[in-house]
């Protein structure tokens, strides 16, 4: 069985920071990418950034220059630092793990972990 697990999320203000990060776990043999997305109340859920096993990245037009995704293989885990955060950053963030396999002949499966919530507000 593999989780997901997302931590790190809060209440900020405007212009403030915040690191999520999010460790999967369980029975794993590799991942290739891992990523974050996001949905605020009433939106559809959207790409944030994507970093694969090899270290390429992905970014959000929206969030460029102020969102960092890095990813530490060993542990499994992948963090999202947020800097000059703004209100409509507002949203839950969601963890995913894609191509995820359990052995080395299991097929590749999408993980999502369970949200953690971001709030920018003064």
């Known amino acids: 069985q593999v989780q997901l697990v997302e931590s790190g999320g809060g209440l900020v203000q405007p212009g403030g920071s915040l690191r999520l990060s999010c460790t999967a776990s369980?029975?794993?043999?590799?991942?290739?990418?891992m990523g974050w997305y996001r949905q605020a109340p009433g939106k559809q859920r959207e790409l944030v950034a994507g970093?694969?096993?090899?270290?390429?990245?992905n970014h959000a037009d929206s969030v460029k220059g102020r969102f960092t995704i890095s990813r530490d293989n060993a542990k499994n885990t992948v963090y999202l630092q947020m800097n000059s955060l703004k209100p409509e950053d507002t949203a839950v963030y969601y963890c995913?793990?894609?191509?995820?396999?359990?052995?080395?002949?299991?097929?590749?499966?999408?993980?999502w972990g369970q949200g953690t919530q971001v709030t920018v507000s003064s």
């Open positions: 995913n793990a894609d191509r995820l396999r359990t052995s080395r002949y299991a097929p590749g499966r999408i993980y």
């Open positions: 369980g029975n794993i043999f590799s991942i290739y990418g």
């Open positions: 970093i694969t096993s090899d270290g390429d990245t």
